[in-house]
């Protein structure tokens, strides 16, 4: 069956943006704007005593746009368009600053090395967070988020200065190996048209090192070659490869999920299979989130380990190893070990070639956890307008004095979306072992259902 593409540069109006010398640029500058004043907004600002800690992050403009708005809509933006995030990332636009200043002082920079090429320092630094979540409540507190988003330009603007060729992006952006991950199917990918174009092309602009340092129209600062892409792992959908084609020959095309023409990997790297299997713990800890019952039992374990242990007060960092590390193991064992069983293989390998697979489940069930969350803050969001502190709103609310918002969208029918995604994520992920690893097809359906069974077991306590 014929693929369907469109190349959206055969629109005019949005060709000429895309062509716009400030494009990225002034959409960059315009969210690093937002960066800063939430990050002042929220400096200093802890919850009110005698508040639920929720009830305040969800009154609070500051975590209420990170975390209730943003990070959800972030994940849906992941799966369905890849890295076009990255297009409009002020951490991309403060490093890339960065590293022209560096230049400019004749600072030598260093070239990424191999092991921070590989996404190992990524897999590090997205479990640091996660821990932060959950052992100080990082996603609730206003003044943790702000020394968050602080921490996050200032390590962009050093990796600038120290390193070359969009390294934050490359090794040090702790959501870059989630975006990798959940980004491979996206719908909108930069691709080149005509092959003949590209091989009869003697300009190379997309390409040569000496067209890098442009302000506009430069080679891919990634070092990718856009005249091979096939790919929507590593693309920030920047735009330069499009400026700089001298044959016009690069399209930013919107197609159908998944195509059978993109590139598959038929085993993940370490650092990316790591990563996922860090994600499908979170993951299944945050759709307990949305049922007290399916909560209770997911931390039965870590909380019987505080109460013999006489470590209460580090339940939350307890919590976060269990969804972070022992779960995933446990997890992990199974579903690998139902491939290196039948196969004779090791488990190493099990994993490795069951991650980008379950990576497509893992999204899907996230895409579920990120719809119930934004449907119920986004009612919240009038408020933290008028009230960017959020104590007055937060006090108002637990003393009824005023209705707590009702969420856009209702818990039964955030599940039913739930179900239905779920359903397409499995069937994509034997589709893409289908396509990466066509001989562990039968042995690889078994771990899919499994894991897809579990989070639909979960979604089905909600409400």
Known sequence: ????????????????????????????ALTLIAFLLLAYIGFGVFPTEGINA????????????????????????AVLAGRAWCMICPLEFVSNLSERLARRLGIEQR????????????VLLYFAIQMLVSGVGLHRVPAYTSFFLIGLLASAIVVGFVFKDRAFCRAFCPVGLLLNAYGRGGMLAVRPGSSAACSSCADKGCLIASNRNKVDGRSCPSLLNPSRLNSNKDCLVCGQCIKSCAPDNMQLVLRQPFPEKDAREPLASWPLTLFIMLASGFVTSELTAESSIAQA?????????????RLSHYLGWLEGIWALVLFPAVLWLLLGGMIALFRRTSIGDAWRRLALPIAVIVSAAHMSKALAKFTSWAGFFPHALTDPLGTKTAMDIASHAVPSPEPLVN?????????????VGTLLALREVR?????????????????????VIIIMAWG
């Open 111 to 122: 070239s990424l090395g191999q092991w921070l090429r590989s996404g190992a320092l990524m």
């Open 1 to 28: 069956m014929r693929e369907v593409e469109f190349d959206l540069l055969s629109v005019r109006p949005l060709k000429t943006l895309i062509l716009w010398r400030g494009f990225p640029y002034v959409f960059q």
């Open 435 to 455: 396509l990466a690893n066509p001989t562990y097809l039968r042995v690889h359906a078994a771990p899919k259902f499994a894991l897809a069974g579990l989070f």
């Open 411 to 423: 818990i039964h029918v955030a599940s039913g979306i739930a179900f239905g995604l779920l359903l």
């Open 297 to 309: 039992a997911f931390v039965w374990i870590p909380e019987h380990i505080a109460d013999i242990l």
């Open 54 to 77: 929720k009830l305040f992050a969800k009154s609070n403009l500051v975590t209420l746009v990170i975390w209730g708005l943003w990070w959800p809509a972030m994940i849906w933006t």
